[in-house]
């Protein structure tokens, strides 16, 4: 009976796994179809295929789209990292007065939708003449991903023992050594979780992508919606534009799979 149990959660696991990928896989198949074949009803299966559509993205200029998008989350991550894990530090191993009230201000700053700011940060980058500019658009996914990751930080230097960090200051490390060389190596895969969710949010972030950029420094995501104009859907391109944008995220998070899961099990999602 416990066999027979064990072997039905398999194999709803598998069936659900496969309903959520089934999307993905099938966006690739058609990224590799005609543009007749991509829109036929019923879909069709056994078809040719080729990289023509590989071809026609970049003939389009995707490869300038990925470079802001790289460039606006890789060093939003970096910037956000090195604001929020000194930040997290001082709330958790060395806390302050009222860290709850200072906890609630960061998190605070989230609860304005971005759209409801959006006419103010759109005139004040107008006016410092920083409209379609990656720096200014990196800066704001700095606002917009520190406080996550101040919160999410905190968790995890919450799990380091108190001992630890007593034996080392005992032995005379300062406030660097310390947080340096031994509480980060303990929480490197809290590190790689809050990182990897940064780039996500900086890499699937659209609205302010679409709004304060035109050209130079538009990124990935208002580049696919391009692809939706008053001619119809090329759906096919936009497969192959699709698929593209998603490898970077896929990449990233099967390197730091085994990080991921460790910091996620830290208690950043409790």
Same mark, same amino acid.
């Given at each position: 009976?416990?066999?027979?149990?064990?072997?039905?959660?398999?194999t709803a696991t598998w069936i659900i796994a496969l309903v959520f990928f089934f999307p993905i896989a099938w966006m690739v198949f058609t990224s590799f179809k005609t543009e007749n074949a +991509?829109?036929?009803?019923?879909?069709?299966?056994?078809?040719?295929?080729?990289?023509?559509?590989?071809?026609?993205?970049?003939?389009?200029?995707?490869?300038?789209?990925?470079?802001?998008?790289?460039?606006?989350?890789?060093?939003?991550?970096?910037?956000?990292?090195?604001? +929020?894990?000194?930040?997290?530090?001082?709330?958790?191993?060395?806390?302050?007065?009222?860290?709850?009230?200072?906890?609630?201000?960061?998190?605070?700053?989230?609860?304005?939708?971005? #759209?409801?700011?959006?006419?103010?940060?759109?005139?004040?980058?107008?006016?410092?003449?920083?409209?379609?500019?990656?720096? #200014?658009?990196?800066?704001?996914y700095v606002a917009i991903n520190l406080p996550i990751a101040i919160w999410m930080m905190r968790s995890f230097f919450n799990e380091v023992p108190l001992e630890i960090i007593e034996a #080392?200051?005992?032995?005379?490390?300062?406030?660097?050594?310390?947080?340096?060389?031994?509480?980060?190596?303990?929480?490197?895969?809290?590190?790689?979780?809050?990182?990897?969710?940064?780039?996500?949010?900086?890499?699937?972030?659209?609205?302010? #992508?679409?709004?304060?950029?035109?050209?130079?420094?538009?990124?990935?995501?208002?580049?696919?919606?391009?692809?939706?104009?008053?001619?119809?859907?090329?759906?096919?391109?936009?497969?192959?534009?699709?698929?593209? +944008?998603?490898?970077?995220?896929? +990449?990233?998070?099967?390197?730091?799979?085994?990080?991921?899961?460790?910091?996620?099990?830290?208690?950043?999602?409790?």
């Amino acid at each position: 009976m416990r066999s027979f149990r064990a072997g039905l959660l398999t194999t709803a696991t598998w069936i659900i796994a496969l309903v959520f990928f089934f999307p993905i896989a099938w966006m690739v198949f058609t990224s590799f179809k005609t543009e007749n074949a +991509a829109a036929s009803i019923p879909p069709t299966i056994f078809t040719s295929l080729s990289f023509d559509n590989y071809v026609a993205v970049f003939e389009r200029g995707m490869g300038a789209y990925l470079t802001n998008s790289f460039t606006s989350s890789i060093s939003s991550t970096l910037i956000v990292l090195l604001l +929020a894990v000194p930040c997290a530090y001082g709330l958790s191993i060395r806390p302050i007065k009222k860290v709850k009230d200072v906890l609630f201000f960061f998190i605070s700053t989230r609860f304005l939708p971005v #759209a409801a700011s959006i006419i103010p940060v759109y005139f004040i980058l107008l006016w410092l003449g920083l409209l379609d500019n990656i720096s #200014a658009l990196s800066w704001l996914y700095v606002a917009i991903n520190l406080p996550i990751a101040i919160w999410m930080m905190r968790s995890f230097f919450n799990e380091v023992p108190l001992e630890i960090i007593e034996a #080392a200051q005992i032995d005379g490390a300062n406030l660097r050594t310390e947080l340096v060389r031994v509480v980060l190596p303990i929480v490197v895969p809290g590190v790689a979780a809050v990182a990897l969710i940064c780039f996500i949010f900086s890499w699937n972030e659209y609205f302010l #992508a679409t709004i304060l950029t035109t050209d130079t420094a538009r990124t990935v995501p208002p580049f696919l919606a391009s692809f939706v104009d008053g001619r119809g859907q090329f759906l096919a391109v936009l497969s192959a534009a699709a698929t593209i +944008a998603v490898l970077p995220v896929v +990449a990233a998070g099967w390197l730091a799979q085994k990080q991921l899961v460790r910091g996620l099990a830290m208690g950043a999602v409790k």
